[in-house]
Every structure is written in C-alpha cells, then in structure tokens.
C-alpha cells in the first residue's frame, strides 16, 4: 500500500479522517474489511474504486450512518459526537428526497440550523453567509425556485451551497458532479480546492480519475479494502487500477 510521505507533527492540524481498521456490513454481509486511512487536513482527498468497492459505506460509516460498524474512527482528530457541527456532507443525489416542499435558499439555510437550531431564527450574519454560498456556486438567482424543480446539476450545486454556509471544517461529498457539465464541475472543484487552501479538508467519492490526478492532493482507492492511499499520481497507477478495476482506464493511458 502506498502511504503519505509526509511526517505530521504536534503542531500540524490532525487528520481529516484517520479509520483504523474499519468494518462495516449490512445484514451481516461485510462489504468494508479492516480499513485504516489517514486522510491529512487542509486536503482535496478523492475515494475511488469501482462500483460497490464501498466508498459511500465508507463515508457514511465515518459519519455514523452506518449501524454495523467495528474499528476506530476520528474526523479533524475527535470522535463525531464532538465534532458533528464542524463536519457538513453532502449525500449522492439519489438518496436526497427530490420533492421537499422548499426553495432552494431553504435548502442552503439548513447549513446553519447545527448553530442555531430548528427553532431559533436566523441572524443577519446567518443570511449574509447563505447568500455568500449561493453566489459562490453560482445558484444566487434560483434562491426561490422549489429544490424539486431544478436541474439535477443545478440541485447539486445547491446542496454544495448548503455544506459552504455551514462554515465546516471538513466537508464530505459523495459524487457531488455526477449531474453536472465539464465547465461546471471544474468551477466547483475550484471552490473546493480554495476551501483546501484556507485551511479545511474536503473528502469525496468521486469516479472522474482523470480529474482526481489532475486536481486532487489525496487519494484513497478503495475495493472492500484500502488498495492504495497517498497521492494520486502514486495511488493511481496501471498495478493499483489493474488490481481495482480488472483494467487501466482508457483516460489514464494516454
Ligand atoms: N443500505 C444497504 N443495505 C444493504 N446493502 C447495501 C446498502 N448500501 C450498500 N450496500 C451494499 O454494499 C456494497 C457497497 O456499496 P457502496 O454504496 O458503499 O459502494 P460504492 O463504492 O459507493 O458504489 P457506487 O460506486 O456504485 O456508488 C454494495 O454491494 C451494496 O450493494
């Protein structure tokens, strides 16, 4: 397996994520097998691996989604209970109901119910940071249109404004650009990407391996266990993808 050269000190931030020797099954099938990950802070981090390698399993257990669950498991160095305000993700879109009665700036507005609760109204400062994450994905002007009636990419953009309003220090993504264009997934990849400069981590399942060497700092590949972790030029090559995949994608040939 390749590791992460880099040594961390005391004074370095913690890990984004650390597994240590992680399970996870459903109805007693074990479909997650001992995987350990160090996932460093301040990092775009991509979980790859074919279909069913369980990379969404993988994210959820972390999050506690998970009832089966053996092994360690820290996010931004605690364990969740202690960091569940700083911590904001974003599910695959087929597991997000699609006809919620509410606008779009409701959906994002959620992002600040962990600070201020279901029942205390939001504050000025609240608002100006839902606008702020709105217009940064580029959703400021579908603010009142229903989330059930926007375009799947146009959703996944909005959810994306709800974990930035969030202000989370570390922010989960489960193929955030499945429905979205080229143009668009590298607008957002460049949010992320800045998120990653200003100190947050940013975890997530993504398929485009081409876009995980390209822009990606971390990568994590994944088939019922780690094959590999470190940086993607390391992660990804032709033995690791042969070992995932049965094959080397095409796109990474050339
Ligand atoms: N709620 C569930 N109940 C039972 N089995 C599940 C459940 N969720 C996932 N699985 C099974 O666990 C395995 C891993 O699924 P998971 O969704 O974690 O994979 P994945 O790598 O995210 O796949 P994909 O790339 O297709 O999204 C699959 O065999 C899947 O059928």
Known sequence: ??????????????SALSLREVSASYGGRTVLDGVSVEIPAATLCA?????????????????????????????????LRRVRRRVAYVPQQDSVAQDFPITAIQV????????RGWLRRLTRHDDELVAAAMDQVGVADLAEHPIDELSGGQRQRVFLARALAQGADLVILDEPFTAVDA?????????????????????AVHHDLRAVLDRFDHAVLLAGTV??????GDVLTPEHLERAYGMTPLVLNR
Do not use: F
């Open 183 to 203: 143009r668009t997934e590298s607008a957002l990849l460049e949010v992320l990407t800045t998120l990653c400069q200003n100190g947050r981590s940013v975890i």
């Open 47 to 79: 979980v790859v691996g074919p279909n069913g390698a369980g990379k969404s399993t993988m994210v959820k257990a972390a999050l506690g989604l998970v009832p089966s669950v053996r092994g360690h498991v820290e996010l931004l160095g605690e364990p």
């Open 1 to 14: 397996m390749t590791t992460s050269t880099d040594s961390r000190t005391a004074a370095q931030p913690p």
């Open 227 to 232: 094959l590999a972790e470190g940086a993607p």
């Open 108 to 115: 994002v507005e959620m992002g600040r119910y962990p600070h």
